[in-house]
Nanobody, 115 residues
Framework: QVQLVESGGGLVQPGGSLRLSCAAS????????MGWYRQAPGKERELVAT???????NYADSAKGRFTISREHAKNTVYLQMNSLKPEDTAVYYC?????????WGQGTQVTVSS
């Protein structure tokens, strides 16, 4: 069974930066696409960014130009570098892996952007 463990969330002021990490273990391979999603209170979970096994990336419009997704294949780890954070980025951020059509999720990490 694949396990995804997120870390790196916290409280940051507007304009600040955070780097989220997602460490994957179990039967997961470099070819499996992975991604980051987020869910704010009272809202549905939404896509933030995805990355394929070939490192092709895709971003939500809200993340373009501010967030960067990357992965370290040797460590089965995916990162989300978030810069120029805004209060509306406040949410629980979830790591996701697509295992041949079956989605695995991490437990989430809270990101709060507030002064």
């Amino acid at each position: 069974q694949v396990q995804l463990v997120e870390s790196g969330g916290g409280l940051v002021q507007p304009g600040g930066s955070l780097r989220l990490s997602c460490a994957a273990s179990g039967p997961i391979f470099s070819i499996n696409p992975m991604g980051w999603y987020r869910q704010a209170p009272g809202k549905e979970r939404e896509l933030v960014a995805t990355i394929t096994g070939g490192d092709t990336t895709n971003y939500a419009d809200s993340a373009k130009g501010r967030f960067t997704i990357s992965r370290e294949h040797a460590k089965n780890t995916v990162y989300l570098q978030m810069n120029s954070l805004k209060p509306e980025d406040t949410a629980v951020y979830y790591c996701n892996a697509n295992l041949w059509g079956v989605l695995a999720w991490g437990q989430g990490t809270q990101v709060t952007v507030s002064s």
